[in-house]
């Protein structure tokens, strides 16, 4: 059992590229999420999916896209990368959209 | 509005020595709690959840909180300190109050456990 994984363990990008993380869920969980984690600012929600079809945006979307195609993909995809957007980038799943939700081991991003 | 503190930053304790983790929060629902524990460029990893059932939360590897309402409090402990717990761990209250039913989760700054031998 995965649980939730996530590609690319860590990139570094240059400035202006895109990019898309990917993650992957195999425990049919309806609900998707992806944080971005800085130094004294903790974790921060960028978008998130309630069901396949559906997402949302959190507190820091800007600079980022996501989609939801089916139950178990919910790609984060930088446009233009920024310096800005480096940082540790985690998806989580739950079952639902008030259940507790279970995390991936991350993806560092450093963009120069 | 919902909000999380943990009152220490930094905890140190000696294998084998009780933990105590602080946590209070503040929220205008009947609130669910959690604690995550971070290993060192780890993920986070539920350590134990409350969602208004026992006030005494028993969690994995030894931890447990207790929900004090009149305290705002969901302090987690573990009786006996091993090496394998030093992390950081959050405590995170889920705000039911968010328009459009997603689970926001409020995150407290953290706490580093650091554990001596």
């Known amino acids: 059992i995965a649980g939730i994984t996530q590609a690319p363990t860590s990139q570094i990008l240059a400035a202006g590229r895109r990019m898309t993380l990917r993650c992957t869920q195999d425990?049919?969980?309806?609900?998707m999420y992806w944080y971005r984690q800085d130094l004294g600012l903790g974790l921060r929600l960028i978008h998130y999916?309630?069901?396949?079809?559906?997402?949302g945006k959190g507190e820091v979307p800007d600079g980022y896209s996501v989609s939801r195609a089916n139950t178990d993909d919910f790609p984060l995809t930088l446009a233009s990368a920024v310096p800005s957007q480096t940082s540790v980038y985690f998806c989580?799943?739950?079952?639902?959209?008030?259940?507790?939700?279970?995390f991936g081991p991350g993806t560092r991003l450093t963009v120069l | 509005a919902q909000s999380v503190t943990q009152l220490d930053s930094h905890v140190s304790v000696s294998e084998g020595t009780p933990v105590l983790l602080r946590c209070n929060y503040s929220?205008?629902?009947?609130?669910?709690l959690f604690w995550y524990v971070q290993h060192p460029n780890k993920g986070l990893q539920l350590l134990l959840k409350?969602?208004?059932?026992?006030?005494l939360v028993k969690g994995i590897n030894g931890f447990e909180a207790e929900f004090k309402k009149s305290e705002t409090s969901f302090h987690l402990t573990k009786p006996s300190a091993h090496m394998s717990d030093a992390a950081e761990y959050f405590c995170?209250?889920?705000?039911?109050?968010?328009?459009?039913?997603?689970?926001?989760?409020?995150f407290g700054a953290g706490t580093r456990l650091a554990v001596h031998p």
């Open positions: 989580a799943s739950s079952r639902d959209a008030r259940t507790e939700q279970f």
């Open positions: 425990m049919r969980h309806n609900a």
């Open positions: 999916s309630n069901t396949a079809g559906t997402t």
């Open positions: 929220s205008s629902y009947s609130p669910s």
């Open positions: 409350y969602t208004s059932a026992a006030t």
């Open positions: 995170v209250v889920s705000d039911q109050s968010v328009a459009g039913g997603y689970n926001k989760l409020i």
